[in-house]
Structure formats: structure tokens, C-alpha cells
């Protein structure tokens, strides 16, 4: 679903490639096991050349597994794998075992669609662009230089797929135009004409051909050269971030460890990257971290975006969109990067060069005072940067999961591409905002879904939540200043369904009251919601229906190795959503048990013009801060710049 983006000049440290290290049970699968997964299926089920494989990804052990591991003992390998035959259409789920090269289990998916492939993709535009109905309606449009048009195909929700067409796999496409051979395609929308297409057969099934408005003059383009008039700055000085003495970090394998901290990286299609087995000073705090889902809906009811709705994750996988990172130009400083190794539809691997991006940052001051006799303390703060960059179609994520000195977790979004739009004729639409000539940009949303499977001093955690309260004015408060807290334990999933409250300033702790500290209380992570954002949306809109996990910024779960997709394991062509909502049904008790923390956050994005026509980075985060986990400050112990700031 990408397409190559040109290089731009690198500056900085020569990026260091990642080191070989001794096997763990979490590393991902590498090309050979790829490839393995894929024939031992072949072997044994018959799947041949006309089954796509929608997914392969380990299997990842259960957690006492990994937990007791020490490197040395013997690992079973075993993949997840979902397929399909485009002749019957139904998915197939499979595991199998790598260490035995055999099958484990083999289930049909009857009336569900697998997510959509990279190959699907390209396959439909090369089809459609050839089609002579498709050659002749763009002709129609005066578009006659075939090479400028890009099909993009767009997955559907079940209920907005045409009559008679919803056991099929289809898809939708829009039509862009590039006004030279390296322009921008999303600054000319094809307005009213979208073909649907059967994805198994790559049969044109119907073409929607409506009459547009006249098509207004644009200025889209970004790329430099294109772009009349634009003189670059010529007072900006080179920036270069040096480490004389080399990093403070070190990776061995997939293992990553700075200073206090530990952890394990790994990658998957859907996903992208994951972080395993988070713990600092030996103490553990996650076991494993990612994004489930990102549904990104478009208030538009027009017709040309009435079923723009993406899953970017679940319907196409961050892990697949992942892009490769340039030193200079994504990472600055003294970098070390790490490969990904993914397959197509063929389950032939293929590798992401620089797909994550290892480095440390300066964050400022840690802390400091300044006292008339002792004179000034003054800690730096750094932190470890671990960040990958997804492009799906014409938006870009940018993930950076940050450790910091203090034991802070920081998990930071910035969302950045180029705004899809439409023309009008005389009055702009009230749904989104003026750009350019005659041009508007939909109001859109990104909800992001992190999956936070905690292990805070343990697997044995509870989630308090915690609100203040002023008290009235009395005897004891005549002056109607104090505030208190009163904090409650999330019993069980009923209460699972967490709300942000301004008023109480409500917050929401995952704790492990089996470990109290020093201090008599339990050590803590606390969630920081700073991007929470509402659905706005009817309860029965269709993408709400389907992604009902957006309507609470915070959730709760008992932890189980087979609910991992908070919209449901099949987000394609979905109806309804079946995944946090149908599992909570259970009521399973939570306290001091293994939990799973979701967090729901996101832009509610009204355009800019400044926006246009391509976007500065709107950033979004949340934090996860220790709240009783110390005793002190954890960061009292890290010393002064040489020769300065004491």
C-alpha cells in the first residue's frame, strides 16, 4: 500500500547495525521460518497457488514459559497462520509447530474475511488500471496518461457493501491523479468514481460514476521542485548530535538494555513493533506493549467518503506499512538500527531494512535546586528512543516509545502525510475545512488503541482509580483548601469501563498490593490520559458498531492469550465488534490477578489550511509514570554533566 519515498541527505553518526545474541522464546520469525510455516502447510493441507497467506507471526509462549527461561534451555518454536483460498474464500487459522514441522491445529473461519495484503493492493490497481470499462471512464474525465492515475483500495464495513455483493471479498477505490510524474496523486481527487472489486477473482464488479464538480485549480505539491515559487530557507545551520565516547545502550539479539533498563524487541505484521518484557533495575513492569488498533473514521456523509472508514491495523497491519528509516532525516545521532523480516501472500519472507531506530535523546533537565549555600544540583535527563515509522497510503505514523531516567514510560504518536480531500462548486461542505481553490479536508478522527499488558513487581496486579475531592468548608478546613483522594480497586470486568473525569481529576494506577514497599503501600504504574477524544457518533453508526472500544479512553481485561484485538480478530467486512466488549461479558474477577490495561487515544482532527498539502506533525501521547514504585527519586543517583552543573 506504499509506494517509495525519495532519500533525503543523512547527517549524523553512521547507524550501527543491530547485534546477533543468543535465541529467546520472543524473538521473531526469521526468514527460514517464514518460509517453513508456509510449506509445512502446504504439506499437509494442500494449500497451493491458490491461497493467499494473510498472516504469519509466532506464536508467543506462555508466560511462565518465558519468565523461567535462561538462555540455554530449549525453545519451541510455533507460528500463527491465517490463509484462505480464493476459490472458497473462507479463512483458515492454523498453528504450527516449527520444532516438530507439523500442524497443531487447523480451524475454519466461515463468514469472516482475513485482513487485507500488500499484494491484494497492488495487484487490483495493476488490474483495474488496464480494465477497458476503467480506461473508458477515466477518458471521460479527460484523463488519458494512464501512468499519472493511482487506484487505491479501500477495505469496507459489512453493512456499507452493495446489495448481493457481502460474501464476497471486495474492495472500494478511490481514484487519484498525479499532475506530473512525481506529484502529489492526493492533491487531485477523482471525485465520483469509485470501482468496486472482487479481490479473490480481481473481477471488476461495478463502477460508481458520478458526475463532479469542475475540477478547481490546486496547488498540492510538496516535493520542492514542484512546488512554483518556493524559496528554501538559507539561514538554517547544520545540527549534529555527537557521542564521543559511543551510546549508553546495548543490544544483544533482540534483548535492549540501558542503563536501569530492560527489554526485548520484536515485530509482527499487524502490529508492527512490540516491546517485551519491560522491567527496570530487575524490576519487572510489562510484559508486553504494542498497538491493537487504530480506526480511523471520516465525519463526511458525502459520497465520496461515506465509507472511509480505515482499521488501519486490523484491516491491513502497521507491520506491513512499516517503512525503512534514514539516518538524517528520521533519526539524528548515533543510531542503531533494526531490520524486520515479513512475508507475502505467498509466505516468501522479505526484509524492512531499518525498520526500528535505536538511540538516546537529551530531555532537558531532570531536576535541580538551587540553594544559597550549597549552590546549584542540576541533573540532565536522556532517554531511550525506540520508534518506527508506518505509511498507509497517504498518512504517516511515526511511534516513539521512550524510557526515561526517572522509570517513566512515555508512548508518542505523530501523525503527519497528506489530507485527503475533495473540491466543491460553490458553498463548502459544513463537514470539514477550506484548503485550497474550491478544495475541503473532511473532518476525520484517529482513535489508537494500546494494548498494555502490565506486570507491575509481578503478574499479581490489581487497577486503582483514584479521584479528588475538595472538602466543605468546616472547623478543620475554614478556609475551604483542602482536597483529598479516594481511591477504588476495578473489581471486575463489569467496571472495567473507564471514563476521564476533569472535575475529579480522575486517574487510573495498575498496582501489585502482594509487594508493599518501604513505605507500607503498593508500588504503582500511573496511566497519564492526555489524548482521550469522544466517538461523537450515534450508537448505531456503522464504524461504531464495529469499534466499540472507542467509546472509553480506558479499559480493563483479564489477561488471556487469544484476546489480543480489541475490534475482533477479523476486522474486515466486520459487522459488529467482537472483541473488548464480548470478552468483558465474562465478568472476570481483576484484583491481584494478570491483567491487561487498554488505552484508547487519538486526534479528533478538524483541518488547517496549514495543514495543506502536507501536514506539519500533529503529536499525541500518554505516559505511564511510577506512582509508589520507588521510594525516592529514582534519578537521585544520576550524576552531573563532566565537570559541570554541581
Known amino acids: 500500500m506504499t509506494e517509495p519515498a525519495s532519500s533525503c541527505h543523512s547527517t549524523g553518526t553512521a547507524p550501527r547495525p543491530a547485534a546477533a545474541g543468543a535465541p529467546h522464546p520472543l524473538d521473531p520469525l526469521t526468514a527460514d521460518e517464514f518460509r517453513a510455516a508456509a510449506a509445512i502447510l502446504r504439506r499437509d493441507r494442500g494449500v497451493d497457488e491458490r491461497w493467499r497467506f494473510a498472516s504469519i507471526e509466532l506464536r508467543e509462549p506462555a508466560k511462565d514459559v518465558v519468565?523461567?527461561?535462561?538462555?540455554?534451555?530449549?525453545?519451541?518454536?510455533?507460528?500463527?497462520?491465517?490463509?484462505?483460498?480464493?476459490?472458497?474464500?473462507?479463512?483458515?487459522?492454523?498453528?504450527?509447530?516449527?520444532?516438530?514441522?507439523?500442524?497443531?491445529?487447523?480451524?475454519?473461519?466461515?463468514?469472516?474475511?482475513?485482513?487485507?495484503?500488500?499484494?491484494?493492493?497492488?495487484?487490483?490497481?495493476?488490474?483495474?488500471?488496464?480494465?477497458?470499462?476503467?480506461?473508458?471512464?477515466?477518458?471521460?474525465?479527460?484523463?488519458?496518461?494512464?501512468?499519472?492515475?493511482?487506484?487505491?483500495?479501500?477495505?469496507?464495513?459489512?453493512?456499507?457493501?452493495?446489495?448481493?455483493?457481502?460474501?464476497?471479498?471486495?474492495?472500494?477505490?478511490?481514484?487519484?491523479?498525479?499532475?506530473?510524474?512525481?506529484?502529489?496523486?492526493?492533491?487531485?481527487?477523482?471525485?465520483?468514481?469509485?470501482?468496486?472489486?472482487?479481490?479473490?477473482?480481481?473481477?471488476?464488479?461495478?463502477?460508481?460514476?458520478?458526475?463532479?464538480?469542475?475540477?478547481?485549480?490546486?496547488?498540492?505539491?510538496?516535493?520542492?521542485?514542484?512546488?512554483?515559487?518556493?524559496?528554501?530557507?538559507?539561514?538554517?545551520?547544520?545540527?549534529?548530535?555527537?557521542?564521543?565516547?559511543?551510546?549508553?545502550?546495548?543490544?544483544?539479539?533482540?534483548?535492549?538494555?540501558?542503563?536501569?533498563?530492560?527489554?526485548?524487541?520484536?515485530?509482527?505484521?499487524?502490529?508492527?513493533?512490540?516491546?517485551?518484557?519491560?522491567?527496570?533495575?530487575g524490576r519487572p513492569v510489562a510484559h508486553r506493549m504494542s498497538f491493537a488498533e487504530m480506526v480511523v473514521p471520516y465525519r463526511d456523509p458525502s459520497p465520496d467518503h461515506h465509507r472511509r472508514t480505515a482499521f488501519d491495523i486490523g484491516e491491513w497491519g502497521l507491520g506491513f506499512m512499516t517503512t525503512s528509516l534514514e539516518l538524517g532525516c528520521d533519526c539524528l545521532g548515533d543510531i542503531t538500527y533494526v531490520d524486520a523480516v515479513l512475508h507475502d501472500t505467498r509466505g516468501e519472507p522479505y526484509t524492512i531494512p531499518n525498520a526500528i531506530c535505536l538511540h538516546e535523546e537529551d530531555d532537558g533537565v531532570l531536576w535541580k535546586h538551587v540553594d544559597e549555600k550549597a549552590g546549584a544540583e542540576v541533573r540532565r535527563s536522556r532517554r531511550m528512543v525506540v520508534s518506527f515509522h508506518?505509511?498507509?497510503?497517504?498518512?504517516?505514523?511515526?511511534?516513539?516509545?521512550?524510557?526515561?531516567?526517572?522509570?517513566?514510560?512515555?508512548?508518542?504518536?505523530?501523525?503527519?502525510?497528506?489530507?485527503?480531500?475533495?473540491?466543491?462548486?460553490?458553498?463548502?461542505?459544513?463537514?470539514?475545512?477550506?484548503?485550497?481553490?474550491?478544495?475541503?479536508?473532511?473532518?476525520?478522527?484517529?482513535?489508537?488503541?494500546?494494548?498494555?499488558?502490565?506486570?507491575?513487581?509481578?503478574?499479581?496486579?490489581?487497577?486503582?482509580?483514584?479521584?479528588?475531592?475538595?472538602?466543605?468548608?468546616?472547623?478543620d478546613n475554614p478556609y475551604g483548601l483542602a482536597v483529598v483522594t479516594r481511591s477504588r480497586p476495578v473489581e471486575s470486568e463489569s467496571g472495567g469501563r473507564l471514563d476521564v473525569d476533569f472535575a475529579t481529576q480522575r486517574s487510573v494506577k495498575v498496582v501489585n498490593r502482594t509487594k508493599p514497599t518501604r513505605l507500607g503501600t503498593a508500588p504503582g504504574y500511573k496511566l497519564y490520559v492526555n489524548a482521550a477524544l469522544p466517538s461523537l457518533a450515534h450508537a448505531d453508526a456503522p464504524f461504531r458498531q464495529r469499534a466499540q472500544v472507542i467509546d472509553h479512553p480506558v479499559w480493563v481485561s483479564r489477561f488471556d492469550e487469544e484476546e489480543r484485538w480489541p475490534s475482533g480478530e477479523f476486522c474486515n467486512q466486520s459487522r459488529r465488534d467482537a472483541g473488548l466488549p464480548v470478552w468483558q461479558e465474562a465478568d472476570r474477577p481483576l484484583l491481584d490477578t494478570d491483567l491487561v490495561l487498554w488505552h484508547v487515544f487519538g486526534i479528533h482532527h478538524v483541518p488547517r489550511p496549514e495543514d495543506w498539502p502536507v501536514m506539519p506533525v500533529d503529536v499525541v501521547s500518554f505516559e505511564l509514570k511510577p506512582a509508589g514504585f520507588f521510594d525516592r527519586n529514582p534519578g537521585l543517583d544520576v550524576p552531573p554533566a563532566p565537570g559541570r552543573c554541581h
Open 67 to 281: 519468565r523461567a527461561f535462561r538462555p540455554g534451555d530449549p525453545i519451541r518454536r510455533e507460528a500463527r497462520v491465517t490463509a484462505w483460498s480464493r476459490d472458497e474464500g473462507t479463512p483458515y487459522k492454523a498453528v504450527v509447530s516449527l520444532t516438530d514441522d507439523a500442524v497443531l491445529s487447523w480451524e475454519a473461519v466461515p463468514g469472516q474475511q482475513a485482513n487485507m495484503t500488500l499484494d491484494e493492493w497492488h495487484e487490483a490497481h495493476e488490474v483495474l488500471i488496464r480494465h477497458p470499462d476503467v480506461v473508458a471512464a477515466l477518458a471521460g474525465r479527460g484523463i488519458t496518461d494512464l501512468d499519472l492515475v493511482l487506484i487505491d483500495t479501500w477495505a469496507y464495513g459489512h453493512s456499507l457493501i452493495p446489495q448481493g455483493l457481502q460474501d464476497r471479498r471486495v474492495g472500494w477505490t478511490d481514484v487519484w491523479r498525479r499532475s506530473a510524474p512525481n506529484g502529489n496523486p492526493y492533491a487531485n481527487p477523482v471525485m465520483g468514481l469509485h470501482f468496486v472489486v472482487d479481490l479473490n477473482t480481481m473481477e471488476l464488479l461495478r463502477i460508481e460514476d458520478t458526475p463532479p464538480p469542475a475540477q478547481p485549480d490546486v496547488m498540492g505539491e510538496y516535493v520542492p521542485a514542484l512546488v512554483p515559487g518556493l524559496q528554501q530557507r538559507t539561514d538554517v545551520r547544520a545540527l549534529e548530535i555527537i557521542q564521543p565516547e559511543g551510546v549508553s545502550f546495548a543490544l544483544d539479539g533482540s534483548e535492549l538494555r540501558w542503563q536501569k533498563w530492560t527489554m526485548r524487541l520484536g515485530f509482527n505484521h499487524r502490529e508492527g513493533l512490540v516491546i517485551h518484557r519491560v522491567a527496570y533495575d
Open 390 to 475: 508506518a505509511t498507509v497510503a497517504n498518512y504517516e505514523y511515526l511511534v516513539y516509545w521512550r524510557f526515561y531516567q526517572d522509570g517513566t514510560i512515555q508512548c508518542e504518536v505523530r501523525a503527519t502525510g497528506i489530507m485527503v480531500t475533495s473540491a466543491y462548486e460553490d458553498t463548502p461542505p459544513p463537514y470539514g475545512t477550506v484548503v485550497d481553490e474550491r478544495t475541503y479536508a473532511p473532518i476525520h478522527q484517529h482513535f489508537i488503541v494500546a494494548r498494555l499488558d502490565m506486570e507491575v513487581d509481578g503478574p499479581e496486579n490489581t487497577v486503582v482509580v483514584t479521584e479528588s475531592e475538595a472538602l466543605p468548608v468546616s472547623d
